[in-house]
Structures are given as C-alpha cells and as structure tokens.
C-alpha cells in the first residue's frame, strides 16, 4: 500500500487549508485512515482517524471544531480540511493506514503510512 500526502504550504493564522491522501491499494476502503503530526523537536501525535464507511470520526482535543476529516472511497481518498489554524499547528502531516485492532489514536497500530506533507502556520 502506498499512500501519498498532499496539500500543505504556507498559511497565515486564523487561515485554511485542506489536505489530502491518496492510496495506490484497493484495501483502502475498508481499513481505518487516520491523520497524524509532528512538529519539530516533538512526537509524532494523533490528529485524527475516520472508520472506513467515513461514519465514525475521531479528533484530538486540539483540533475538535477546527479540523474535519473525511475520506471518499471511490477516490481512494482521505482529507483533512483544516479551518482557523494557529502556528502551533505547524507540523509535518502523515496520512496511515490501520491495521485490524488495536487504537485508532496509537501509531504503533497503523501499519502503512504516507511520506508527510508540511504545514507551516506564520503568526
């Protein structure tokens, strides 16, 4: 499974941005997709992950009301629309791919991942 992460650049606080992840495998549709990130310095951290009938969502407490994922399986195709951002947002974004089991916020239970893409928020 390949999965490539797009969509990040430059954005002012308070802007928007959406990215994108696009897999080269047909399992996509049925395996949990989830939204990762890490700042410099930090570790990587959940953002996000989305079941995969794009029904049940999960968001980190820093992003609720600011960050929607969804996912559109005829596309292989997740996304993350990111709205009001803040420089602490800035971090490389990586889009994986679940395997069966585990935590949907561990990324020790994700088992294909994208190469990132980043985001940088200027204040």
């Known amino acids: 499974v390949q999965l490539q992460a797009s969509g990040g650049g430059l954005v002012q606080a308070g802007g928007s941005l959406r990215l994108s992840c696009a897999a080269s495998?047909?399992?996509?549709?049925?395996?949990?997709m989830g939204w990762f990130r890490q700042a410099p310095g930090k570790e990587r951290e959940f953002v996000a992950s989305?079941?995969?009938?794009?029904?049940?969502?999960y968001y980190a407490d820093f992003v609720k009301g600011r960050f929607t994922i969804s996912r559109d399986n005829a596309k292989k195709t997740m996304y993350l629309q990111m709205s009001s951002l803040k420089p602490e947002d800035t971090a490389v974004y990586y889009c994986?791919?679940?395997?069966?089991?585990?935590?949907?916020?561990?990324?020790?239970?994700?088992?294909?991942w994208g190469q990132g893409t980043l985001v940088t928020v200027s204040s």
């Open positions: 994986a791919q679940k395997r069966y089991g585990g935590s949907n916020d561990a990324a020790d239970d994700y088992a294909y």
């Open positions: 495998e047909g399992t996509f549709s049925f395996n949990v």
């Open positions: 989305i079941g995969w009938r794009g029904i049940t969502t």
